[in-house]
């Protein structure tokens, strides 16, 4: 495989932009079935790896990178140059939020289920949805429920303790280690997330933080709960930690 900055044979250079002309899947490794993430037309990316029949890309509005097929990209990709991303403040983000609700909603309402790796919909995974809904208001956000918690700013919240939260923030669940789930935050500590098979509902439900409720998947998300963000600006489209 070559490395990093070798010469990747046409028209796929390395650092070579281009925007999709369609949709596509993105995987995590360069072999393999696991989904990362879907790619919607109109995204830009920067090819930085030949795996041969996979190309390492990084995506430029959330910085995130994955692997595309190589027989994938060729047909969907046309040349571009860097896209403009506005740094929305914090103002800007919260005359925008009722989008954000609004999409969220209309996803719910939709037919669905939990897809690891889904952005595109009907089927999201958690962060997937969190980071579609921010996007379909014009917000880009990272693409991983672990990087948005480091992306937002820390809002105190605790079981049966939701005062501080507003419509929007969001609220991040796992373990004391790792955020490894997100849900979007209603009001009142009631929140609206994707959730997989196991603890969730295979698709798009509301729970809440309320200690009183004893449903099954609320009681288990309210045991992993890590704490709670407010988005203050947008991703400028600079790479992301690991």
Request: a positive charge; one cysteine or more; aromatic letters at 6%.
């Amino acid at each position: 495989m070559a490395t990093l900055g070798s010469p990747v044979p046409d028209p796929f250079r390395v650092d070579t932009l281009w925007c999709l002309r369609h949709s596509l899947d993105a995987y995590s490794r360069p072999r393999g079935s696991g989904l990362a993430t879907q790619v919607a037309a109109g995204r830009h990316l920067r090819v930085l790896e030949d795996g041969g029949p996979r190309l390492r890309i990084r995506l430029l509005e959330d910085g995130y990178p994955c692997w595309l097929e190589r027989q994938d990209l060729a047909p969907a990709a046309v040349s571009a140059g860097l896209p403009r991303l506005p740094r929305l403040d914090r103002v800007a983000i919260a005359a925008r939020m009722d989008s954000v609700l609004a999409f969220a909603e209309q996803a719910r309402q939709r037919p669905n289920h939990y897809l690891w790796g889904g952005t595109l919909g009907p089927d999201f995974d958690c962060s997937g949805l969190i980071q579609a809904a921010h996007a379909a208001a014009g917000i880009w956000l990272p693409r991983d429920a672990y990087l948005q918690e480091r992306f937002c700013r820390p809002v105190a919240v605790r079981v049966g303790e939701t005062r501080l939260l507003e419509p929007g923030d969001l609220i991040f669940f796992g373990t004391p280690r790792r955020c490894t789930h997100v849900g979007l935050h209603l009001g009142g500590g009631r929140y609206l997330h994707s959730s997989g098979r196991d603890h969730g509902r295979n698709g798009i439900g509301i729970d809440d933080l309320n200690p009183r409720n004893c449903d099954p998947v609320a009681n288990h998300y309210r045991a992993e709960l890590r704490g709670a963000g407010r988005v203050m600006h947008s991703h400028d489209g600079s790479p992301l930690p690991s």
